[in-house]
T-cell receptor
Framework: RKEVEQDPGPFNVPEGATVAFNCTYS??????FFWYRQDCRKEPKLLMS???SGNEDGRFTAQLNRASQYISLLIRDSKLSDSATYLC?????????????FGTGTRLKVLA | EPEVTQTPSHQVTQMGQEVILRCVPI?????FYWYRQILGQKVEFLVS????????KSEIFDDQFSVERPDGSNFTLKIRSTKLEDSAMYFC?????????????FGPGTRLTVT
């Protein structure tokens, strides 16, 4: 099983639609979780951290289910500018430091 | 807003040559990282660095790779003898602390092309 697994997509949705991405992780000892956004050939940019109680930032809602080891991201009222690859990131301690483990990303295209 | 910077943005080198990729982390950050992303693939951890020494390194980070913090601001990744398969985007990141909940911030990357 992959350490962090995501559906690669692409998800093609019309403007204004609601879209949800899921991500599963294999290491039950993982400590913290993030969603990053990556535009083509650019660096990952932090979208939001994911808290156990779930959290919302404007049109974006993230949820964590530790029992099932999955993380979700919901985007409401999609904008053209939301078109990007969304990276699920798990941060877990191994031998020394916490290191990020990335999923392959889910590609979103918002269509006019 | 403070940001991580990296130079050069693009480096082309011949196989077997040495390259040095440079990064300036965010000024109050203490933990530094290098990641790489081969075109079309996921971002992969290479190495983490704290207090002037490597904290952890991945299997990718073999003897051809080294990192250094030569002064108070720069953080470098050296590839001693580049191979074709080293062609990738290399991202530097930094974080305030190593605690799991603290986010890492990424620089814009250096695209390395080995010919």
């Amino acid at each position: 099983r992959k350490e962090v697994e995501q559906d690669p997509g692409p998800f093609n949705v019309p403007e204004g639609a609601t879209v949800a991405f899921n991500c599963t992780y294999s290491n039950s000892a993982s400590q913290s979780f993030f969603w990053y956004r990556q535009d083509c050939r650019k660096e990952p940019k932090l979208l939001m951290s994911v808290y156990s109680s779930g959290n919302e930032d404007g049109r974006f809602t993230a949820q964590l289910n530790r029992a099932s080891q999955y993380i979700s991201l919901l985007i409401r009222d999609s904008k053209l500018s939301d078109s990007a690859t969304y990276l699920c990131v798990v941060n877990g301690r191994t031998s020394g430091t916490y290191k990020y483990i990335f999923g392959t990303g889910t590609r979103l295209k918002v269509l006019a | 807003e403070p940001e991580v910077t990296q130079t050069p943005s693009h480096q082309v080198t011949q196989m077997g040559q040495e390259v040095i990729l440079r990064c300036v982390p965010i000024s109050n950050h203490l933990y530094f990282y290098w990641y790489r992303q081969i075109l079309g693939q996921k971002v992969e951890f290479l190495v983490s660095f704290y207090n002037n020494e490597i904290s952890e390194k991945s299997e990718i980070f073999d003897d051809q790779f080294s990192v250094e913090r030569p002064d108070g601001s720069n953080f470098t990744l050296k590839i001693r003898s580049t191979k074709l398969e080293d062609s990738a985007m290399y991202f530097c990141a930094s974080s305030v602390t190593v605690l799991s909940s603290y986010e890492q911030y990424f620089g814009p990357g250096t695209r390395l092309t080995v010919t």
